[in-house]
């Protein structure tokens, strides 16, 4: 919904403004240039580099792509190396649209996407990770190219004292699904009144039990992008139990596919924390 919609939400909206934003816009002067005229005069800045993420391939390119369009610019689009499918049916998409001179589509890995930052673009998009991020404004800069980051984050859920535990559980456990919890506004963790964390991880669970009553083979249900990233998701839990945390997994889980079930994670203990706790006076701590 969101891959294919989203773009066409944005396309319709600039179509639907784009003579308005297009006019040139009337500035006031100071005294001392009374009886001039000054105005805003809106050009395109040349060609504009973007680079998408995995998560959302289609609508993270297609997003930029439509504002860069608008502006009247060239674009070219790297996509990311874990979604190839996505890089060959966009390349075949906007080939019946747009000469590759006018918005030309690539592939590739890492040196792909190192050599793709490197060009002298007018205007470069990105959306990835801070670690990431640093690395394409670094090498932005040898240009002096503007840059436009969207970077990943934290998303806490805040559960008040007075809210509807279940009815939070609900609205949380359908954020954090959403694409398998693989976009950057879902909910990472979630803070609860003290006491009823119990209460809350098993409202998560049947939740998302409602949501998704099967998990591997759902279509309905969303895969993890990769093996690798599979893979990884699974070493953390595992790590998470090994350190004295509770693993309380939403659904059956075949341990080694790409539709994994959610898994709320409670009696967490940041051990570097608590490593310093033991070290301190107990007079500070108080």
Same mark, same amino acid.
Request: glycine share 8%; net charge positive; charged share 20%.
């Given at each position: 919904?969101?891959?294919?919609?989203?773009?066409?939400?944005?396309?319709?909206?600039?179509?639907?403004?784009?003579?308005? $934003?297009?006019?040139? =816009?009337?500035?006031?002067?100071?005294?001392?240039?009374?009886?001039?005229?000054? $105005?805003?005069?809106?050009?395109?800045?040349?060609?504009?580099?973007?680079?998408?993420? $995995?998560?959302?391939?289609?609508?993270?390119?297609?997003?930029?792509?439509?504002?860069? !369009?608008?502006?009247?610019?060239?674009?070219?689009?790297?996509?990311?190396?874990?979604?190839? =499918?996505?890089?060959?049916?966009?390349?075949?998409?906007?080939?019946?649209?747009?000469?590759?001179?006018?918005?030309?589509?690539?592939?590739?890995?890492?040196?792909?996407?190192?050599?793709?930052?490197? !060009?002298?673009?007018?205007? !470069?998009?990105?959306?990835?990770?801070?670690?990431?991020?640093? +690395?394409?404004?670094?090498?932005?800069?040898?240009?002096?190219?503007?840059?436009?980051?969207?970077?990943?984050?934290?998303? %806490?859920?805040?559960?008040? %004292?007075?809210?509807?535990?279940?009815?939070?559980?609900?609205?949380?456990?359908?954020?954090?699904?959403?694409?398998?919890?693989?976009?950057?506004?879902?909910?990472?963790?979630?803070?609860?009144?003290?006491?009823?964390?119990?209460?809350?991880?098993?409202?998560?669970? +049947?939740?998302?039990?409602?949501?998704?009553?099967?998990?591997?083979?759902?279509?309905?249900?969303?895969?993890?992008?990769?093996? $690798?990233?599979?893979?990884? !998701?699974?070493?953390?839990?595992?790590?998470?139990?090994?350190?004295?945390?509770?693993?309380?997994?939403?659904?059956?889980?075949?341990?080694?596919?790409?539709?994994?079930?959610?898994?709320?994670?409670?009696?967490?203990?940041?051990?570097?924390?608590?490593?310093?706790? +033991? =070290?301190?006076?107990?007079?500070?701590?108080?």
């Amino acid at each position: 919904m969101v891959e294919v919609m989203g773009p066409m939400l944005e396309a319709r909206h600039a179509l639907s403004h784009l003579g308005r $934003w297009m006019k040139p =816009r009337r500035r006031s002067t100071e005294l001392l240039f009374l009886g001039n005229r000054a $105005w805003v005069s809106h050009q395109p800045k040349g060609v504009v580099g973007i680079i998408g993420t $995995w998560n959302f391939p289609l609508y993270l390119t297609l997003g930029p792509l439509v504002a860069a !369009l608008a502006a009247g610019n060239r674009a070219m689009i790297k996509v990311s190396e874990f979604s190839p =499918r996505c890089t060959l049916l966009l390349r075949s998409m906007l080939a019946e649209c747009f000469d590759e001179d006018e918005v030309a589509v690539c592939g590739g890995g890492v040196a792909a996407a190192q050599a793709f930052n490197a !060009l002298p673009f007018n205007h !470069l998009v990105f959306t990835g990770s801070p670690r990431v991020g640093r +690395q394409v404004m670094r090498a932005a800069a040898e240009r002096l190219t503007p840059v436009t980051l969207e970077l990943g984050g934290k998303s %806490p859920a805040i559960v008040g %004292p007075d809210a509807d535990l279940h009815d939070a559980a609900l609205r949380i456990a359908h954020g954090k699904a959403f694409n398998a919890g693989q976009i950057c506004v879902a909910p990472d963790y979630a803070l609860v009144p003290r006491g009823r964390s119990a209460t809350f991880a098993a409202a998560v669970a +049947q939740a998302f039990t409602r949501l998704y009553p099967t998990v591997d083979g759902n279509a309905q249900y969303t895969s993890i992008i990769t093996e $690798w990233h599979a893979a990884r !998701l699974r070493d953390l839990l595992t790590d998470a139990q090994a350190k004295g945390a509770t693993l309380l997994r939403c659904g059956a889980d075949a341990g080694n596919g790409r539709q994994m079930p959610l898994t709320v994670v409670t009696h967490v203990v940041d051990l570097p924390l608590r490593q310093a706790a +033991q =070290r301190t006076p107990q007079r500070l701590l108080r």
